[in-house]
C-alpha cells in the first residue's frame, strides 16, 4: 500500500518523466580468503531520494548490475536479456538496463520455476535461476534469483535508476517457498562473515555516498554506543506481519518549544527502504503543520531547503532507547525532472489512513540519520548516532 501511494502521488505530480538514470560505478570485488577479514563492504548511492542503490555481479564472467535496496521484502530479481513482454514494453522497460545473460555465464544452472516480485507499483515475472552472485566482495555460488522476462506496471520512469532489486528482509520470510532461501539466509548458512550481520549507512542527500557492510560495523561512521533493540518474534505478530524488521515502539516526541508527544499503545515499528514516515494520522499532519511543511501532492509536502537544520528533532522510543533524527535527515533532496532542474527538499510524513493502523513505517528519511545494524541471527536492530 506505501508503494502504491507514492506511486500514485508522484505520477499525479507530474514526475513520472525523463528522471535521470545513473548509470552503474565500476567495482572491484574481492575473493575472500584466509588472509581476508570476512567483513566486506560497498558503497549505496543516492538516486533522487526515492532509491538506494548497489552494484553487483552475476555470472562467470562477472555481469554488472545496479540494484535498489528493499529492507521489506526478499524477493532477487534482475531483469533477463529474454523479454517476453510487448514489443513496446520490451524497447522501453528494458532500456538502459543491464541485462542478464545466462547463456554467458559458466556458473548458470536452471531452476525453471516460474516467479513474480513485486516492486513499488510493478510486478516482475520471470524464471528462477542460479549463479553465482558477489556483493559486497561476498561471493555467493548457486545463489537463486529471478530473471524477470515480462513487468506490469502503470508508469516506466522511476525504474530507469535501476536495473533490479534485492530484498533483505529477515530470512524468516521466503517469497519463493522455504525451498528457495533468501540472500540473508544464505548467508547465515554459508559461514561466509565474521558474523552475522548488515550495517548500513544511508546516502544523505544527492552527490552522497552511504555504505552497507556485511560481517560488521564500520567504526569510521557512528560514534558512541550502539543502542540494541530485540525485533517482535514473528510468533507474537499476524502472519501478514511477519517476516519484517519489526520492533516494539511506545513513543514519538517532536522536540519543540513545547514538546509534542505522542503515545502509542499497542503499536509496532516496521522498518521499510520508502522515502516515508508512516504515523498516527492526527500526529502526522500536526508535525506538517507545526514545520511548515507546504503541500506538494496529497500529504507529500516540501519545506525550504535552507531551513531544514531549523526543524525540530523527531524521538523514536523504540524497545528501552530514544532514537533521535533531525530535520536534515526526515526531509530528502528531490531534483526535478525539467528545466530549471529544481532542488525540492521534500518531506513525507504519511497519515495511517492509507495503511494498516497500529504500524509506524520508518523508511529511509528514518534510517540515513542513524547508523543502522541488522542482526538477523539475534534478532536485533541496533542504532548509533553517526559522525556527522
Known amino acids: 500500500m506505501i508503494k502504491v501511494a507514492f506511486i500514485l502521488v508522484l505520477e499525479i505530480a507530474g514526475l513520472a518523466i525523463a528522471l535521470p538514470s545513473q548509470q552503474p560505478r565500476e567495482i572491484k570485488q574481492i575473493v575472500l580468503s584466509e588472509e581476508v577479514p570476512k567483513k566486506l563492504s560497498a558503497p549505496i548511492e543516492y538516486w533522487n531520494g526515492l532509491l538506494n542503490l548497489i552494484n553487483i555481479t552475476i555470472g562467470t564472467p562477472p555481469q554488472q548490475f545496479n540494484v535498489s535496496l528493499d529492507l521489506s521484502s526478499n524477493f532477487f530479481f534482475v531483469p533477463s536479456i529474454n523479454c517476453e513482454d510487448s514489443s513496446y514494453t520490451c524497447e522501453n522497460f528494458w532500456a538502459d538496463r543491464h541485462l542478464y545473460n545466462s547463456s554467458g555465464s559458466s556458473t548458470y544452472s536452471p531452476n525453471g520455476t516460474w516467479a513474480e516480485g513485486n516492486y513499488w507499483d510493478a510486478r516482475f515475472i520471470g524464471i528462477l535461476d542460479y549463479d553465482t552472485v558477489r556483493i559486497a566482495g561476498v561471493e555467493m555460488e548457486h545463489q537463486i534469483f529471478e530473471e524477470f522476462r515480462r513487468v506490469t506496471t502503470r508508469m516506466f520512469s522511476l525504474d530507469i535508476g535501476y536495473d533490479g532489486v534485492l530484498g533483505l528482509a529477515p530470512p524468516s520470510s521466503k517469497p519463493y517457498g522455504p525451498e528457495y532461501p533468501n540472500y540473508l539466509s544464505r548467508l547465515e548458512s554459508s559461514e561466509a562473515l565474521e558474523n552475522n550481520i548488515m550495517a548500513l549507512k544511508m546516502p544523505a542527500g544527492i552527490g552522497k555516498q552511504g555504505e552497507i557492510m556485511f560481517g560488521d560495523t564500520n567504526s569510521d561512521l557512528y560514534t558512541g554506543e550502539i543502542k540494541t533493540v530485540k525485533m517482535i518474534p514473528d510468533a507474537d505478530l499476524e502472519p501478514k506481519d511477519q517476516g519484517f524488521w519489526t520492533l516494539p515502539i511506545s513513543n514519538i516526541w517532536l522536540n519543540t518549544s513545547i514538546m509534542l508527544h505522542a503515545p502509542l499503545k499497542n503499536y509496532k515499528a516496521t522498518i521499510v ?104 541471527e539475534e534478532g536485533t536492530v541496533g542504532f548509533a548516532e553517526l559522525k556527522r
Not at 507546504?294 to 532514537?323: A, M, S, W
Open 273 to 376: 527502504s520508502e522515502p516515508i514516515i508512516v504515523l498516527p494520522s492526527g500526529f502526522a499532519s500536526l508535525i506538517d503543520w507545526i514545520i511548515g511543511a507546504k503541500p506538494l501532492i496529497n500529504t507529500i509536502g516540501y519545506v525550504p531547503c535552507e531551513t531544514r537544520h531549523l526543524l525540530p528533532d523527531l524521538i523514536f522510543q523504540l524497545g528501552d532507547h530514544n532514537i533521535t533524527i533531525t530535520g536534515m535527515d526526515y526531509v530528502f533532496e528531490f531534483q526535478m525532472p525539467e528545466p530549471p532542474y529544481s532542488l525540492v527538499c521534500v518531506v513525507w510524513f504519511e497519515p495511517d489512513d492509507w495503511s494498516e493502523k497500529g504500524t509506524v513505517y520508518l523508511g529511509s528519511t528514518f534510517l540515513k540519520g542513524v547508523y543502522s545494524v541488522f542482526d538477523w
